[in-house]
């Protein structure tokens, strides 16, 4: 999140699990426009996560090129 108030496009990468936690810490640092990206992972399996996030590489695209203007009319910011 310091990289986003700094200036620099981000995404949040979430477990289903923590999505909501994830607006709410958004919300907290002052930046609830911050694109969250939800990636489908079991715990137990942490080796997945790379192929996981290869599945929603373009959403991650999507929540990167999108102007901020457009992201903050969808508070919370989950990239569908």
Request: proline letters at 9%; glycine letters at 4%.
């Amino acid at each position: 999140m310091r990289i986003e108030k700094g200036g620099k496009p981000t995404v949040l990468l979430s477990a289903p699990a923590f999505k909501e936690e994830a607006f709410a810490q958004a919300k907290i640092e002052g930046i609830p426009y911050l694109p969250v990206v939800v990636i489908d992972y079991d715990q137990s399996y942490f080796a997945l996560i790379p192929q996981q996030t290869e599945k929603v590489f373009d959403k991650m695209v999507k929540a990167l090129t999108t102007p901020t203007s457009e992201l903050e009319k969808k508070i919370p910011g989950e990239v569908t």
